[in-house]
């Protein structure tokens, strides 16, 4: 009898251990994944180290200067309240030589909009466009404290492009150009049917398919399993948050997308792997569309890898609108 009750008592020991490993790791995963992480000089400089391992040190000078170039551009602060009561707040860099277009620019998960467009914008700014440059919810300047990967970005920027809509002139175009997570909204907010029409192309740089997909690729490349960490992660955030990893698949909602679209993505990307722009191109429905990778190009660097591939590339889209 004795061993009967302590072999029991083991048991019990056991599947709560085992319990509460897999609870631990859904807290960590959607502590991990979904909540605030604004930058700060350490990030900055894991960024810079990370940059020197991949043997690309040369490129966080490069966005050093992009930032500068930024900063120097005369600019004005604006907000709008999201549907669920955040306050986004935005740059609004108005052109003194502006020529009728207007660009909106959406930055990455975890990153910010210097560091991610600092760099390119001059190819928009020399050409008389205007910027609309957003913090997205829970990054930087715009409230929240948790971001949703793109579940509720998509309606955050449809928001923006409908606040845009009413500050421009009748004949304005919009372009919607993102980055990573930012390529992923720019492309479900077109795609959506509440798109301003004013909206007449698309710039979607290494963006990723779907919320499971991006964070099981991650899991992947870091030796984690996807069990239980997926499934516990997915109980909490939907519990939290309201949002599922499978909220949205771009490949299905660009099947309705008929607007002109330039995919651009870095063939040694580990972070969205290049299939997941691949993909999105060949489910893509414009009859205008274009998939430019940049050989070994991480991810959101395919422009500080390629300047002359990628400027041009932009800019031949940028002319056929």
């Known amino acids: 009898m004795f061993w009967f009750w302590f072999g029991l008592g083991l048991l019990a020991v056991v599947i709560s251990l085992i319990v509460s490993a897999i609870v631990s790791s859904g807290f960590y995963f959607f502590r991990r994944v979904f909540l605030r992480a604004d930058k700060t000089p ?15 040190p040369e490129i966080y000078p490069m966005i ?4 500068k170039y930024m900063a120097s551009l005369p600019s004005a602060p604006v907000e709008l309240t999201s549907f669920d009561g955040l306050t986004l707040r935005a740059r609004y860099y108005k052109n003194p030589a502006h020529s009728g277009t207007t660009v909106l620019l959406s930055h990455g998960y975890k990153s910010y909009p210097e560091y991610d467009f ?16 957003p913090w997205s919810r829970a990054h930087m300047e715009s409230d929240g404290r948790f971001t949703t990967l793109g ?6 920027l449809l928001d ?12 304005e175009k919009i372009v919607l ?8 909204v720019s492309l479900l907010a077109a795609s959506d049917g509440r798109c301003p029409k004013k909206v007449c192309g698309v710039i979607a740089d290494c963006g990723f398919i779907s919320i499971r997909r991006e964070i099981c690729d991650i899991l992947k490349v870091v030796g984690f399993p996807k069990f ?61 569309k274009t998939l430019v990778t940049v050989p070994g190009a991480q991810h959101c660097y395919a422009f500080h890898t390629d300047r002359e591939l990628v400027s041009k590339s932009i800019s031949d889209f940028l002319d056929r609108l």
């Open 64 to 67: 050093e200067e992009g930032k």
């Open 118 to 133: 600092g760099a390119v914008c001059s190819i928009y700014w020399e050409r008389g466009y205007d910027l609309l440059v």
């Open 42 to 56: 350490a990030a900055e400089e894991k960024a810079k180290a990370r940059l020197e391992r991949q043997g690309h």
């Open 228 to 288: 239980p960490i997926v499934w516990s992660g997915e109980i909490i955030s939907r519990m939290r948050l309201g949002v599922s990893l499978d909220d949205f698949s771009t490949v299905d909602e660009v099947k309705k997308l008929n607007l002109p679209v330039l995919f651009i993505h870095g063939e040694a990307d580990t972070f969205v792997l290049p299939d997941s722009s691949e993909k999105n191109f060949a489910a893509c429905a414009s009859q205008n």
């Open 177 to 184: 150009a993102g980055m990573s997570m930012g390529s992923t």
């Open 151 to 156: 579940a509720h970005e998509k309606q955050d």
């Open 160 to 171: 923006w492009c409908l606040w845009l809509e009413k500050q421009v002139s009748p004949e």
